[in-house]
């Protein structure tokens, strides 16, 4: 997938400017997302759930190589077929591999952000497969040819007018056709694809270790019909995504569930732990099923002592929902297949600080997204670990290390620092405005009015 | 009982006045003010932009010049938390934190006093709690419970532990979005004259924006409602 992360101020900037009902669709969106969220935690023992799923996740994590062992037995015991992939290119071999050997012509896929991070889609379209997204918001945004802004709604920086204008023009329905209406159009597509399709792709949220079980949540039953439909099943797993136990996978289910949109639990979730078997003539699954573990990265980031807990993520989605500054642009603004405030310590991690220098400075500090972590990242800390090695690398502003160079010498030489004070009161307004940094400042707001005196100087006249 | 002000150097140079309401409150409740003056910046800018080797040193100059402090108090959360949650990380000691003190956190919870005086009977205030003061220090109640026992009326706002958009340095480096954020806490205000807060920061971008736009709402310190609130006492 191409990244285009160092743009983030000037994509921030048209989204906020050229397309001010992308901030409304994103703000109402993520706003109920929130509130469904806490109420789903609300008689729940929230810290205790979340501290338990943390232990979980870093224990996994952290014996990652013999859980892995231990889900690759399972699933070859019960016949499916486990590739590993180092890389974005190593997952399109097994796919190319696939695509010939079965002469796949069409293809359905289920939600997969993994798919994107890998690029999968133009690959697969080169490879000559026709391909549906089936989940409703993918399918939305495959048709306007859009990246997903969210990873759980991908669509939501799009309105009900949007789609209406969309399935109007590539599927006939009328102007004014009812989110119902909208539905029926897209499934009446995707109904075709399904019974049509040669292969079915899938992500998995979770990979239970003691089971080769793999569990995927979802609401539209679009994830079950493309697991099981199609003669053969690939789903692409990330590394990270392991859990011990199966009896660790309802909490983890329903933790998910909750964080991501407020349910008990999705409306389904599919476990799937091998090929279909005969009952009497018939298949009851894909006669294959192909599991890509897929590193892209992950082994990388596991061995950063400093970064390593953004891998705990299990991709709910809570802290782009909380996130006052993702609220302003949704996920297109920071150019990169995970957005928010997770999208900004992962990226680093995966594909490097140079390609995604600005998103881990794309965020206030406010910490509002660690309150919400169902596996408690700590991601204002993690954040400032990648600020400090861009700082360290040179990879941020000449003009701003400058500055703040400066003014840690004034701040260390009381003095000096009362010259710099006297000085802002005496530089006049047009002046000012024209400085690096008060000029951004100035753009959208006032500049500070500086009192007469500053309260070192009332406090020597003495305060009455 | 005596305190050191930290004035902070937001405070030293856009809010002298409130900084000089602070010590004429702690002075009304018997405490001692005094002002160390080599004082400058915690260096919570420097830090935020990822800055350590800076930060650590203003961090080491700040904890030398309040080395003698028996108590810390400073009219700035965000200030208050880089104290007592980063210092330890910068400075491999806590010493200095556990002193230090947001203004209402020392009123409520080191001095006990929860009611200072009747002097904002009849106001209706909208009150923005900023993110460091609220998720790092846990100042929530106090601030509330100073302003209402005084008779404010803090209004209801939907948005008022929303981030404001400041951010330090995030305000100059995404500009358009930090004016995005701010636009959502002001569309969201309710109907009130004046908004209050223990950060400068906030102050001076929430009113840096409300002014560009036209918006005729008086942004103000903590520490003057709460010598306003003690001023008023017969």
């Known amino acids: ?58 224990h996994a994590l952290t014996h990652l190589e013999e859980y892995l062992q231990e889900a690759e037995a399972r699933l070859l015991e019960r016949g499916a077929q486990v590739h590993w992939a180092e890389t974005a290119s190593d997952v399109h071999q097994v796919f190319q591999h696939i695509v010939a050997k079965h002469g796949v012509r069409r293809a359905v896929k289920a939600k997969s952000m993994l798919s994107e991070e890998i690029g999968l889609n133009p690959f697969l379209e080169a490879c000559g497969v026709e391909l549906f997204e089936t989940d409703l918001g993918e399918y939305i945004i495959q048709l306007l040819g859009e990246p997903p802004s969210h990873i759980v709604g991908p669509a939501i920086h799009r309105s009900l007018e949007d789609v209406q204008g969309l399935f109007h023009d590539r599927l006939g329905t009328p102007f004014d056709a009812s989110p119902e209406e909208l539905a029926k159009a897209a499934r009446r597509v995707l109904r075709d694809a399904f019974l049509t399709a040669d292969l079915g792709i899938s992500g998995g949220n979770f990979l239970v270790a003691e089971t080769g079980s793999i569990a995927l949540i979802e609401n539209e039953g679009n994830i079950r019909m493309s697991t099981s439909l199609p003669r053969i099943h690939v789903a692409l797993v990330g590394i990270e995504k392991v ?9 983890f289910l329903q933790v998910t569930s909750k964080s991501a949109t407020g349910q008990p639990v999705g409306t389904f979730v599919s476990i799937i732990q091998g ?3 005969l009952v009497g003539q018939e298949p009851d699954g894909p006669e294959e099923f192909h599991v890509i573990l897929v590193d892209c990265g992950r082994t990388r980031l596991l061995a950063d002592p400093e ?41 680093p991690g995966l594909v490097g600080l140079g390609e995604t220098v600005p998103l881990p400075f794309a965020s206030s500090l406010c910490g509002a997204c660690e309150e919400v972590c169902p596996v408690r990242i700590p991601i204002p800390k993690l954040l400032h670990v990648w600020r400090q090695r861009a700082v360290e690398r040179g990879l941020t502003d000449g003009a701003e290390r400058s500055i703040l160079d400066l003014w840690a010498a004034a701040v260390t030489h009381p003095r000096l620092f009362g010259w710099v004070e006297k000085l802002m009161a005496i530089i006049p307004e047009w002046v000012s405005r024209r400085l690096p940094m008060l000029r951004d400042w100035n753009s959208g707001r006032e500049l500070p009015v500086v009192e007469g005196r500053t309260f070192r100087e009332l406090w020597e006249e003495g305060i009455e | 009982m005596r305190v050191s002000l930290f004035v902070t150097c937001l405070g030293d140079r856009f809010f002298a006045d409130a900084a000089a309401d602070a010590v004429r409150l702690l002075r009304s409740l018997d ?21 350590v080797p800076e ?36 400075l491999g000691s806590s010493e200095l934190g556990e002193r230090s003190y947001e203004l209402a956190e020392f009123l409520v919870d080191v001095l006990g006093v929860t009611v200072l005086g009747g002097g904002l009977e009849g106001r ?14 846990g100042v929530q109640s106090q601030p509330m419970q100073l302003l209402t026992s005084a008779g404010a009326r803090v209004v209801p706002w939907e948005m008022d532990q929303e981030c404001c958009g400041f951010g330090g340095l995030f305000s100059v480096k995404a500009p358009e979005v930090s004016v995005a ?37 008086h942004f103000r310190s903590l520490a003057s409602l709460l010598w306003e609130a003690r001023r008023g006492n017969p």
């Open chain 1, 1 to 58: 997938m191409e990244i285009h992360s160092r743009d983030y101020r000037q994509r921030a900037r048209h989204i906020i400017q050229e397309t001010p009902e992308v901030r409304e669709a994103v703000t109402a969106a993520t706003q109920t997302f929130d509130d469904h969220r806490r109420a789903a935690f609300d008689d729940l023992d929230r810290d205790a759930l979340r501290r338990w799923a943390e232990g979980v996740k870093s």
């Open chain 1, 243 to 251: 859990l011990p136990r199966w009896a660790d996978l309802p909490t």
């Open chain 1, 275 to 277: 090929p279909g078997c």
């Open chain 1, 307 to 347: 970064a390593w807990e953004a891998l705990r993520c299990v991709r709910c989605g809570a802290c782009l929902n909380v996130c006052p500054v993702y609220r302003q642009t949704g996920g297109h603004a920071y150019g990169y297949v995970y957005s928010g405030p997770i999208g900004a310590i992962i990226g």
């Open chain 2, 31 to 51: 405490i001692e003010v005094d002002f160390p003056t080599g004082q400058t910046c915690c260096g919570q800018p420097a830090w935020n932009a990822g800055h």
């Open chain 2, 55 to 90: 930060a650590r040193r203003m961090a080491a100059y700040t904890a030398k010049v309040f080395a003698d402090a028996e108590h810390v108090v400073l009219p700035s959360g965000s200030c208050a938390a880089m104290l007592r949650c980063t210092y330890p990380h910068l």
């Open chain 2, 124 to 137: 209706r205030l909208a009150y923005h709690h900023g993110c460091h003061a609220l998720r790092e220090l």
């Open chain 2, 181 to 217: 954020m701010a636009d959502r806490k002001l569309e969201t205000l309710p109907e009130v004259e004046t908004v209050v807060s223990a950060d400068g920061g906030c102050l001076l971008h929430l009113d840096g924006r409300a002014r560009r736009r036209g918006m005729g709402i």
